[in-house]
Nanobody, 124 residues
Framework: QVQVVESGGGLVQAGGSLTLSCTISGLDFGRSTMGWFRQAPGKEREGVSCANWGSYTTYYGDFVKGRFTISRDNAKSTLYLQMDSLDPEDTAMYYC?????????????????WGQGTQVTVSS
């Protein structure tokens, strides 16, 4: 059974930083494509960053503009999203997800395993 559990969200002032963590179990962590998505109230879900380290492929949404970094600790089966220079526009529920597949994608519909989300709120 695949389990995806996020943590690390919270309230931060504009310009601040947060690191989101996501522990994924029950699939081949080293080979699966995984990523971070977000959804703000009244807006569609969007891909923040995705990666597949088997193919050394990463993707960042245009809005990231070099502020976020996706990384992993394979030994801990944990995915991270380091977020710097946060802006109130980054306020959203952030979700961790995995495809369970080696194929690379950052389209949400291709991800079969999702966490429950962690709220990020950036105050101005």
């Amino acid at each position: 059974q695949v389990q995806v559990v996020e943590s690390g969200g919270g309230l931060v002032q504009a310009g601040g930083s947060l690191t989101l963590s996501c522990t994924i179990s029950g699939l081949d962590f080293g080979r699966s494509t995984m990523g971070w998505f977000r959804q703000a109230p009244g807006k569609e879900r969007e891909g923040v960053s995705c990666a597949n380290w088997g193919s050394y492929t990463t993707y960042y949404g245009d809005f990231v503009k070099g502020r976020f970094t996706i990384s992993r600790d394979n030994a801990k089966s944990t995915l991270y999203l380091q977020m710097d220079s946060l802006d109130p526009e980054d306020t959203a529920m952030y979700y961790c997800a995995a495809t369970g597949s080696t194929a690379f994608s950052c389209m949400g519909r291709n991800f079969g395993y999702w966490g429950q989300g962690t709220q990020v709120t950036v105050s101005s």
